[in-house]
């Protein structure tokens, strides 16, 4: 005959959840068969769980409270959900067994955190520059939604393991000169989850998830730049049982643009001028990221020039992912030498000629610094 659950936990039929389980914590060390002295040890300490199990969840103990152990046992039971009342139980465990044996590295594994996944994302240029919430799609476990994560059929439940009693580990007691050395090892049978399934549910094959096509919306903000990691806290694989889920880290790939380059927060253009332009100077149209904007190109200006359009670059980026500030747009020039010219023009190029003379000049290394030593200048250290 099984004992009335309460009385198994010494508490009242309206006790609260904290007494069940400060109840439950007490009588668990004092039952453990690892170290119990207590006469049948291991017979009341599975009685202990197994009330435990029903009296720490409420549809449970509801249906405990209204049919008796027959609402409650097992297979026939039908209807509630075998997992909620372990949620509690690991995390007893944890603190039962390291006040009492010192913990040898990991080889317990329970409910285990979901990995961490990585999607790839391509956006172009100025979804960079500007932000964009984007839609992606990929694949990540995700609870079961046949048996909501307990891996069981419908209408079973996961069962205590009955070779290390639910807590996952065995202990070893070897006798040896120097005395007794207890080791402590992830239970063989059920590696360590302290439960084990007898009837798996079909949709999961017991493994309490699947992998399944996801959509989401990740905002991704202004100034991003290429090969970033954007952190996605919950959003990776589900963890076993109700444990937690990992990360997702978006990686951020920005397709090239015509035009702009993107160096941190600065955006480079490249134009060319001719000749006429250079040497008398024009106002010039030049296109920025939020369209064209005038700019004056002063008489005189020679290729390798560098005109800065303050704040017309990207929004700068900071590691909280708020912005503060933006960049320049760096407009370098290029003089144009023509290399087909009308009849018309060889003419005036042939005045031009005879006017400038047809001396050259050999610039000093020191002073006037040719294209290339600017460009190099320029791209600092890159090159
Ligand atoms: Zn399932
Ligand atoms: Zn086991």
Redesign the pocket.
């Known amino acids: 005959m099984a004992r009335d659950y309460y009385e198994v936990l010494s508490v009242s039929r309206n006790a609260s959840k904290d007494e069940i389980k400060k109840s439950f914590r007490t009588l668990a060390r004092k039952y453990h068969p690892d170290v119990s002295t207590e006469d049948n040890a291991e017979q009341k300490f599975k009685e202990i769980n197994e009330a435990y199990e029903v009296l720490s969840d409420d549809q449970k103990r509801q249906q405990y409270d209204r049919f008796g152990h027959a609402g409650v046992s097992g297979a026939g039971a039908g209807g509630f959900n075998g997992t909620a009342g372990f949620g509690g139980f690991e995390d007893i465990f944890e603190d039962f067994f390291s006040s009492f044996v010192g913990r040898q590295g990991g080889t317990r594994s329970a409910s285990r955190r979901g990995s961490d996944i990585r999607v790839d994302v391509n956006i172009a240029f100025e979804e960079a520059a500007f932000g964009i919430d984007k839609e992606i799609q990929f694949h990540r476990l995700e609870v079961?939604d046949?048996?909501e994560g307990s891996?069981a059929r419908e209408g079973s439940h996961p069962i205590t393991c009955p070779d290390c009693k639910g807590a996952g580990e065995v202990r070893q007691v070897r006798q040896t000169f120097v005395g007794s050395v207890v080791r402590v090892a992830a239970c063989p049978r059920c590696g360590g989850k302290g439960k084990i399934i007898e009837n798996p549910?079909t949709?999961?094959d017991g493994s309490?998830r699947r992998r399944r096509k996801t959509k989401l919306s990740v905002k991704i903000p202004a100034g991003v730049h290429d090969g970033l990691r954007i952190q996605v806290r919950g959003e990776g694989d589900a963890g076993e049982k109700s444990a937690q889920s990992g990360d997702m880290y978006v990686v951020i790939h920005v397709t090239e643009h015509e035009f702009f380059k993107r160096r941190d927060s600065d955006i480079i253009l490249d134009v060319s001028v001719n000749v006429a332009q250079a040497a008398l100077g024009d106002k010039v149209q030049i296109p920025t990221l939020e369209g064209d904007v005038e700019m004056v190109i002063p008489a005189g200006t020679q290729t390798g020039k560098v005109f800065r359009l303050k704040g017309k670059g990207v929004p700068r980026l900071r590691t909280d992912g708020t912005n503060s500030g933006r960049g320049d747009q760096m407009v370098y020039v290029t003089v144009e030498v023509p290399s087909k010219l009308t009849e018309s023009q060889r003419k005036l190029f042939e005045e031009l000629g005879e006017s400038l003379g047809n001396q050259i000049t050999p610039q000093s290394r020191a002073s006037g610094k040719g294209f290339f030593s600017r460009v190099m200048d320029f791209l600092g250290g890159e090159q």
Do not use: M, S
Request: hydrophobic residues 10%; neutral net charge.
């Open positions: 079961c046949v048996c891996g549910c949709n999961c309490g």
